[in-house]
């Protein structure tokens, strides 16, 4: 019970320390009012409240500097593009032509519809779709002996 | 010329200066009137620096930091409005305390690595309830060396430990303030006190 008062009083004492710190810190009325009237005072706000203006009417300048970049820039993507479609087609035609025509299916294939409804079902979760391995090996060898004749 | 029937005519109304409220001069200074501005300067500087002067004590700083709030003021007058919030005055201060806060935490343990052995004896006899201001000289010290101290503060403590008993606000003053609920400022002042006395029991 001593203790704990001992140690209330020296957090009194800290406390009491503490406030004569902050007010020893502070500048007094006088001194802050004699801050305040210094002559030049409002003179260099005016001098802050330009500058601080024309930076931000050089801020929208800066945004519209970047319209001629970006004119510049457009040509450019124009053609990074069309020189990308243009090395896709060439790689694209010559590619072998089976390939192509099953995945493309550009040209009519007897079995074009089944391949396409087996990639469909590949994708999907519906119970029609659901073939077996069974059957899918069972397409196949059909495929082939049909091919074989 | 139309611009200029729209600005407040004070030679008209020299006499009746005092009379104007912030609130329309606020309204014609936002509308680029500099006379309007320059009356709300005259009017304020000194609440704005007496607040300044409670966070920092070198006649510059607070010089620098009186216009930065005035310019801040100044870009600010547009969305001001007494009937949304509080008054001009209330206002002002709210953008200085906001201010010094800033700075607080841009020159936050600067002064720390300056702190010498003749400082911590002199804490320690203030501790002791020895030390007393009697000249103006020590009076110096004693100051440079309370921003020493309050430099092991954070700036939120700081902040809330100057307001609190350098400003002699109330919590509710200061919730409106900062912008915190009354809560939030005294769980606030509990921790600010608990750091300065861990601050102040160091040198014990």
Redesign the interface.
């Known amino acids: 019970m001593f203790r704990g008062k001992k140690n209330q009083a020296q957090e009194g004492r800290l406390d009491e320390v503490g406030r004569q710190i902050l007010r020893a810190s502070a500048m007094t009325d006088g001194e802050a009012d004699e801050a305040a009237s210094s002559p030049f005072l409002l003179a260099r706000v005016r001098a802050r409240i330009a500058a601080e203006k024309g930076v931000r009417e050089r801020a929208p300048n800066d945004w519209l500097s970047i319209i001629p970049a970006f004119r510049r820039a457009v040509p450019v993507m124009i053609l990074i593009a069309l020189s990308a479609v243009g090395v896709s087609w060439y790689l694209q035609a010559g590619a072998p032509v089976e390939q192509s025509n099953q995945s493309v299916g550009l040209y009519p294939d007897p079995h074009g519809p089944q391949m396409s409804v087996v990639s469909a079902c590949a994708i999907s979760t519906k119970e029609e779709c659901a073939i077996s391995t069974e059957e899918v090996l069972a397409t196949l060898v059909n495929q082939e002996r049909q091919e074989a004749q | 010329m139309e611009e200029t029937s729209d600005k407040f005519d004070f030679a008209v109304v020299a006499d009746d200066r005092e009379e104007v409220s912030d609130d329309l001069l606020a309204v014609y200074a936002s509308s680029g009137d500099e006379a309007a501005f ?1 009356q709300l ?1 005259e009017r304020h ?2 609440r ?3 607040i ?6 070198h ?1 510059e700083r ?2 620098e930091i ?3 709030v ?2 801040k003021v ?2 600010a007058l547009a969305d001001y409005s007494s009937e949304r919030g509080p008054s001009f005055a209330a206002w002002i201060s709210r953008i200085a305390i906001n201010s010094c806060y800033d700075h607080l935490r841009r020159v936050r343990r600067r002064a720390e690595s300056s702190f010498t052995e003749e400082d911590g004896d002199l ?1 320690r006899a ?2 002791r ?1 020895g030390a007393r ?1 009697k000249d103006m000289e020590s ?1 110096v010290i ?2 440079d ?3 020493k ?2 430099a092991r503060l954070s700036p939120d403590d700081r902040l809330i ?2 307001l609190l ?2 400003q002699e606000m109330s919590v509710a003053d200061i919730a409106d303030m900062t912008g915190w609920s009354a809560s939030k400022v005294k769980v606030r002042a509990h921790r600010a ?1 608990l750091s ?2 861990r601050v ?2 160091d040198f ?1």
């Open positions: 320059e300067f500087r000194r704005v620096a007496r300044v002067g409670r966070f920092f004590n006649s607070v010089e009186v216009q930065e005035f310019t100044y870009f804490v203030h501790l309830g201001e009076a004693s100051r060396l309370a921003h101290l309050l430990l100057t008993d350098g006190r300065l006395r102040l029991s014990l």
